[in-house]
T-cell receptor, first 114, second 111 residues
Framework: QQQVKQSPQSLIVQKGGISIINCAYE??????FPWYQQFPGKGPALLIA?????SEKKEGRFTISFNKSAKQFSLHIMDSQPGDSATYFC?????????????FGKGTHLIIQP | NAGVTQTPKFQVLKTGQSMTLQCAQD?????MYWYRQDPGMGLRLIYY???????DKGEVPNGYNVSRLNKREFSLRLESAAPSQTSVYFC??????????FGQGTRLTVV
């Protein structure tokens, strides 16, 4: 059972445009929703994260929008640049006193065309 | 300050051979994780360790064993490698169930 569904699998955006990646989750116990960015040959790196007590979080050109009732969250990259070309993963985790790791979406391969 | 260091970076094994992937962290985190990454599958949790001396199975533990040697080190062992274990393996550390910091990965090919 896939607990975090991510779409699209791949995305091509023109330089200066807005890139939008969507994720949906099923487990209502999830309380932490990060996005990771991965460049070829590197490990994933945390980009931005949100908790369900807020509906939006912005850091520079990157924004997470969160809809708790719909169990969906999305990443928006404003003014997309060629250097943003990478694979993006959404993820989710729950507390409950444990440390059982993040559940990841399958990833979105983003290409920003100059 | 290296963060999370994985060795080796690349490895080719023959079917049936064994090997151990090493991971060491200098971030003083209690939690450590092993993930595998396959095309179109995202990152899947193999095993995790919430603290020194404890380990638990993740989503895809079959064919693997782990050892939490101390707070810094968490190793992943393949006892009898199979072609289905060809993958990129990532070690990560974290604070509780939130932010995870990843190593650079080990690219393993089983022929």
């Amino acid at each position: 059972q896939q607990q975090v569904k991510q779409s699209p699998q791949s995305l091509i955006v023109q330089k200066g445009g807005i890139s939008i990646i969507n994720c949906a989750y099923e487990n209502t116990a999830f309380d932490y929703f990060p996005w990771y960015q991965q460049f070829p040959g590197k490990g994933p790196a945390l980009l931005i994260a949100i908790r369900p007590d807020v509906s939006e979080k912005k850091e520079g050109r990157f924004t997470i929008s969160f809809n708790k009732s719909a169990k969906q969250f999305s990443l928006h990259i404003m003014d997309s640049q060629p250097g943003d070309s990478a694979t993006y993963f959404c993820a989710a985790s729950s507390g409950g006193g444990g440390a059982d790791g993040l559940t990841f979406g399958k990833g979105t391969h983003l290409i920003i065309q100059p | 300050n290296a963060g999370v260091t994985q060795t080796p970076k690349f490895q080719v094994l023959k079917t049936g051979q064994s090997m151990t992937l090493q991971c060491a962290q200098d971030m003083n985190h209690n939690s450590m994780y092993w993930y595998r990454q396959d095309p179109g599958m995202g990152l899947r949790l193999i095993y995790y360790s919430a603290s020194e001396g404890t380990t638990d199975k993740g989503e895809v533990p079959n064919g693997y064993n782990v050892s939490r040697l101390n707070k810094r080190e968490f190793s992943l062992r393949l006892e009898s490698a199979a072609p289905s274990q060809t993958s990129v393996y990532f070690c990560a550390t974290g604070r509780g169930h939130t932010e995870a910091f990843f190593g650079q990965g080990t690219r393993l090919t089983v022929v």
